[in-house]
């Protein structure tokens, strides 16, 4: 098993941010890339927030939060990561994005380090056929929000060592969280039945059976849901959405996984949920207002 005690995090928005935070939490040294300087310095302001919102919520005090923040260290150029001991790629859920990030990143890397991926949907097995180490490859699905999300999904690609895997488990656990494993089909666990759920909650607002608002009522009250699947899709991206169905769709061939028309017109739109303010709900006034 190899000794993990730096961790590079490729990609400093949302999720790159979250890992980041827990990783620093967790007592290792974290170095932060993404494709500018001030991309990077954008995602340590996101955890320097979120850590002083656990500090005024008492969950971890200020010297927790001090000693966190200076464990993360800045690191725009690949030759940045060249100590880490395990790299986290957590960039857009783009496969070809993924593989391009990959191929320029490993020259630099040592021999030994680890190399995992956030993706929530793509082929942990082709990804990792785009690097010099796939024994030393697997995918890490951390939850958004990360610093909230006890799960960690845990996918072994075909080439994946079992060291490597072990490796993996013990560090998600050190972190906190629980881990469980999902074998390298479309969408894992998680987002396999979570996605499909959101695309049918989509078709019900399509087809007129129902409106945003009654929708997103119905499966909280009638389901026991903290948030209705439309606010969800909001939460997470429209684009995320419509990208995991993509892949579920082209991966498994079943119609059942065929994007809905209306998530599709609301990505072609520019209407990506909270991000872009506006979603299934328009964000831009004082409170979310539903769009249909």
Not at 7 to 21: E, F, K, T
Not at 223 to 236: C, K, T, V, Y
């Amino acid at each position: 098993m190899t000794d993990i005690r730096t961790v590079g995090v490729v990609g400093a928005g949302q999720m790159g941010s979250g890992i980041a935070h827990v990783c620093a939490l967790g007592g290792y040294d974290v170095l932060l890339n993404d494709v500018a300087l001030e991309r990077v310095e954008a995602g340590l302001d996101i955890v320097r927030r979120n850590l002083a919102r656990q500090v005024a919520k008492g969950a971890i005090d200020q010297a927790a939060m001090d000693a966190a923040l200076k464990r993360i260290r800045p690191a725009p150029a690949g030759d940045d990561l060249r100590d880490a001991d395990l790299v986290i790629e957590a960039a857009t859920e783009d496969e070809e994005t993924k593989k391009a990030i990959f191929r320029s990143l490993t020259p630099y890397l040592k021999p030994s380090a680890l190399l995992a991926s956030n993706t929530s949907s793509i082929s942990i097995t082709r990804l990792a056929a785009s690097t010099d180490r796939p024994g030393k490859f697997l995918g890490l699905h951390f939850m958004n929000p990360v610093p909230l999300m006890k799960l960690v999904e845990i996918i072994r690609g075909i080439a994946t060592d079992a060291g490597t895997y072990e490796t993996a488990v013990a560090f998600a656990q050190s972190l906190g969280k629980t881990t469980a494993n999902a074998e390298d089909f479309p969408a894992f666990i998680v987002n396999r039945v979570l996605i499909p759920m959101i695309n049918e909650a989509i078709f019900t607002l399509y087809e007129g059976v129902g409106t945003v608002e009654a929708i997103d009522t119905a499966m909280r009250l009638g389901a026991n849901h903290p948030m209705g699947p439309l606010e969800l899709a909001d939460f997470i991206g429209l684009d995320t959405v419509l990208s995991i169905m993509n892949v579920l769709y082209d991966g498994l061939s079943d119609s059942k996984y065929r994007p809905c028309p209306l998530l599709v017109k609301y990505v072609e739109a520019g209407w990506l949920g909270r991000k872009a303010g506006r979603g299934f709900y328009d964000y831009r006034g004082e409170k979310p207002v539903p769009t249909r």
